[in-house]
């Protein structure tokens, strides 16, 4: 600090015997001859949400301690930082891709921790989990260089340089189409060219709407990805909170899929999270549904819960109560919800029957659902019938339920529902391992998807 | 084996980017041997359409990667990572002598990039598509803000870098042709320099009153950033090309309110009468305007204009009392100003006056003048409108040979920006550390 006329005025710079501030106080410039602010640069600064960035900053001293950090605001406002410290090279550099954290939101080498890491800033409303809603839009991300090991909320103080990036769920081109036709309530996605394309049929699981993110990444790597709303939509049969909808309403929108100019009838996949496993599983098990592959995330074989039937009736998710846990923040764990023990027996898949690949991903900290029962009793049942070959699993220590495209941070437990009261849910998942299997499995996902999609 | 047809995948790496940033285009799942053509198209913001194809045949894995393998043939030919970008031209048909220049930085180049089956050379349309991406590339990196700036009476933009600053500035300048050209200081602000780009030819207060800026006008530019609550005043530098360089050169030597940190001159020439203005230089041009040549396209050839060097110190900069580091570009195939001519009588200069260790020439074969921000078309000759009154349309050689140009381009504007970094950044020998607070 430099004491000029008795107020106390920060700097950081001094420069031999010449005292120089930088910053403006109270709209008065002060001139001084010292050096410009260190560079922060960030590479590719427009990237789709699975590329990886790289960051860096310049024209630092050697051997200074400094914060990096990273703010990103969601669709609905609420800010989400991530920060971390370190010492910078002898060369007066930092490189987040060689350089190790020792301190904030991660620790170690992790050139993406600053993404996976963001965590709700405080102040922020309780029980997020980041999702994008409008994925015609980036994510902006605010990234800023600080000196010394300091905490976000030391901003503007300490902030040195600042870079702007964008992180998109679209590549350009990809088109965006609502589809409600015969029904189905969903949003297409298609890459740009003439076509036709592979397909993706994208399921996702009890929390309900339109989840259109995976779909509009899967366009953006090529593939024609549908993703289906089952419940908890208004364009659906009411009421919101349970499914009103059978076996047929999944055929038909395979089937659109078929349809669509755009798309090679004999090339679609189908992914399924959570309980849209169970759906990937029960559609694929149809005879006249033939799809290349199956993706399967954390998911059960089989169900507590009828889909519409033929009488048009269905049991309330309610019944599953009696196999929800809490823990001692009164969190509700789904877990047992989806043991095989729990499952009705009539609505397990007859697994017997599929013709196709199909990969198992589980977490093994999946808090919200039996996947690592569920993916031994497919494994079992698959060994039995001779079609070992069709399966693959892919197991990560430390990874929870949510498991989604790589570089997003994962939420431990998030607010599910508000009524009666307010409930937050376990997802599980230890930060640097979940991210860790983020990254593996999408890009394992990807590979899958090739082989079985373009070939 | 599979009946099913050819599932033919193109993507390019970033799909999204700077206008100088290198892209990787891959195409796959080609039978091994597979003859294609990789096709750019780009409508320009003139509504005219450029585009650029290449001839490639699919390796042994069944891809072909435009940064590892030979165009047999199109627009460019061999290993060109950017072929498809920088031999963009106008399509059959289109009105001779265009130039693409972005004028909205605001907006991104769309480029659609299309692989067709078989070696096609023209009729693209008509063709069977076999795969189509389109990729954006940006003038203006996210977070940079553009500030329209009337002060002082100056038409001009300014271009922030994100982060608090300070920054260190630099005044960009265009040529003969005059206008608020925007797209280099868009680009210089998105790698962390403050820049303004200068209308001084055509200016708002040019049209109002018909009397050309002075020096004055320059040294206001130069105050508006040095003044300027997030631009470092200390580390200030001028950037020219052709016209711009004159003006360039005329401050960093005589001004004494200009203090620049460094100064870059692009296809710029010493060659000037001192002491008067503006119109002071551009009657001096019209004075040898009989020395200018026609080529065997009736194209205007300019370079003769300040020919022979003078020797007479009225009218050229005294380069020796330079005392700021300058580069200077020089296209050795230059049509339009004796660019090469003026740099080895600029460096003569210095070498006798002792400040020559300052001086940095990049000199490029068969370069033109129209030395720009790299993997952007090159146009050999192009219609040029001049800004006397009334104005007069001519076709101007600019001169260069495609390939070699553009690899110029490329090359300038990567030791452009090392060449600021180092002046405008650089000098951590002071050894300023952040414990001194």
Known sequence: MIALGGKMIPCYTVQRNLACIQRTVGGVHWTSSCRPAPLLTASPVCALIDDKISIRGHFLPPRCPVTVCAQMQSDDGDLWEAFAHFNTNLDGTVNLTRDPSVGGSYLGCEPMGLLWGLQPAPGAREGLRLRKKKVETPYVMLMSLLKGHVSPSERPSTELAAVTAERWYMAPGVRRIEIRQKGVVGTLFLPPGPGPFPAMLDLWGMGGGLVEYRSALFASRGYASFSLAYIGHKDLPGPQNRINVGDPYFKSAFQLLQDHPQVYPDRIGIIGLSFGVYLTLRLANHSDIKPSCLICINGPAGSTIKLRDADDRTEQMENDQKYWTYDDQGNVSFRAVSLPANLSPESKVKLEHLTCPLMYIVGEDDLSASSIENANLIEETLSATGKSQLFTRLSYPGAGHLIEPPYTPNSRVSLWSVKPQKLATLWGGHLAPHAAAQEDSWKKILEFMETNLRH | ?437
């Open chain 2, 1 to 437: 084996m599979s009946m099913k047809p050819l599932c033919v995948k193109l993507s390019v790496q970033p799909s999204r980017g700077l206008v100088d940033e290198k892209f990787t285009i891959l195409v796959q799942n080609l039978l091994p041997g597979f003859q294609l053509t990789i096709h750019a198209l780009h409508q320009c913001e003139d509504g005219h359409s450029w585009e650029a194809f290449a001839h490639y045949t699919a390796d042994a894995t069944g891809t072909v990667n435009v940064s590892e393998d030979p165009s047999l043939d199109g627009t460019y030919s061999g290993v060109e990572q950017m072929g498809l970008l920088w031999s963009l031209r106008p399509v059959p048909g289109s009105k001779y002598g265009l130039r693409m220049r972005k004028m909205n930085v605001q907006t991104p180049m769309v480029v659609t990039i299309s692989v067709y089956q078989g070696h096609r050379t023209e009729g693209f349309l008509d063709q069977v598509l076999l795969a189509s991406v389109m990729v954006e590339r940006w003038y203006m990196a996210p977070g940079v803000q553009r500030v329209p700036i009337t002060d002082g009476k100056l038409t001009a933009t300014l271009f922030l870098p994100s982060g608090p600053g300070p920054f260190p500035g630099l005044l960009d300048l265009w040529g003969g042709g005059g206008k608020l050209v925007e797209y280099r200081a868009a680009l210089l602000a998105s790698h962390g320099i403050a820049s303004m780009a200068l209308d001084y030819l055509t200016p708002q207060i040019t049209k109002e009153t018909g009397k050309m800026v002075d020096n004055d006008y320059f040294e206001t530019a130069y105050r508006v950033l040095e003044q300027h609550p997030q631009i470092l005043g200390s580390r200030i530098a001028m950037l020219g090309l052709s016209f711009g360089s004159t003006v360039t050169l005329r401050m960093a030597v005589y001004s004494q309110v200009v203090k620049l940190s460094c100064a870059v001159c692009i296809s710029g020439s010493h060659v000037q009468p001192i002491g008067g203005g503006l119109e002071q230089i551009l009657a001096s041009f019209s004075k040898h305007a009989y020395k200018t040549r026609l080529d065997e396209n009736n194209q205007v050839i300019w370079r003769d204009l300040m020919l022979p060097i003078p020797t007479d110190p009225s009218l050229k900069v005294d380069m020796g009392r330079l005392q700021c580091p300058l580069l200077l570009v020089v296209g050795e195939d230059d049509q339009n100003w004796p660019t090469h001519e003026s740099a080895m009588d600029v460096k003569e200069m210095m070498d006798q006056a002792g400040n020559s260790h300052l001086l940095t020439v990049l000199s490029y074969k068969n370069a033109g003048h129209l030395i720009e921000p790299p993997f952007m078309p090159f146009a050999r000759a192009s219609t040029f409108k001049t800004i006397t009154n009334p104005p007069t349309k001519v076709m101007v050689l600019w001169g260069g040979e495609l390939v070699a140009h553009s690899r110029a381009q490329e090359d300038a504007w990567r030791k452009t920006l090392v060449f600021l970094r180092e002046n405008l950044y650089g000098g951590m020998k002071h050894g300023a550390s952040f414990s001194n607070l």
